[in-house]
T-cell receptor
């Protein structure tokens, strides 16, 4: 069965510190992997995606993520967090075979301390 | 590019009335759109997959007669919450699949409050 796990419900980091948000997935086919960010009361904004090729993908706002097939992981990273990065982050997995239906993780809430 | 809009952004209605929410892909055509529901501080729950020109596919546990979905054109899908009740109050988010990029782009969401 398809599933996405984000082990950390809530993370607090200091501004300027590095960040890593974890995402593990279980998927029967070759996955397409995504990270989205959601500010309070807003929709979801795509940060980055992985379909194939280079396993380290760069996204917007200085974020990157690394696909590790052996670990079924797609962790999101940022070397230096800004206060504006405080938001909810969702990892999602999907594939063409399922009509591009997405399965979302439960989200990680990020708090940034000045 | 790849902008999705929703209208209205928020709506308050009385119990028993019906509410229609529109989802539009503004600069691309979307043969497939998705409707999600999100409870406070929770993840998105897929309600249904909407394919242009055909009936929507509903997820298990979602009442198709209560949540009517119409995808009449390649840029518009609508979700109608019929005979709304307070327990239907939620944040409803749509997304549209961009065929050339195989990526879903999300609307800003609609906050529904049923009194």
């Amino acid at each position: 069965a398809q599933s996405v796990t984000q082990p950390d419900i809530h993370i607090t980091v200091s501004e300027g510190a590095s960040l890593e948000l974890r995402c593990n997935y279980s998927y029967g086919a070759t996955p397409y992997l995504f990270w989205y960010v959601q500010s309070p009361g807003q929709g979801l904004q795509l940060l980055l995606k992985y379909f194939s090729g280079d396993t380290l993908v760069q996204g917007i706002k200085g974020f990157e993520a690394e696909f590790k097939r052996s670990q079924s992981s797609f962790n999101l990273r940022k070397p230096s967090v800004h206060w504006s990065d405080a938001a909810e982050y969702f990892c999602a997995v999907g594939a063409l075979a399922t009509g591009n239906q997405f399965y979302f993780g439960t989200g990680t809430s990020l708090t940034v301390i000045p | 590019g790849a902008v999705v809009s929703q209208h209205p952004s928020w709506v308050i209605c009385k119990s028993g009335t019906s509410v229609k929410i529109e989802c539009r892909s503004l600069d691309f055509q979307a043969t497939t759109m998705f409707w999600y529901r999100q409870f406070p501080k929770q993840s998105l729950m897929l309600m249904a997959t909407s394919n242009e020109g055909s009936k929507a596919t509903y997820e298990q546990g979602v009442e198709k007669d209560k949540f009517l979905i119409n995808h009449a054109s390649l840029t518009l899908s609508t979700l109608t919450v019929t005979s709304a009740h307070p327990e239907d109050s939620s944040f409803y988010i749509c997304s549209a699949r961009h065929a050339s990029t195989d990526t879903q782009y999300f609307g800003p969401g609609t906050r529904l409050t049923v009194l």
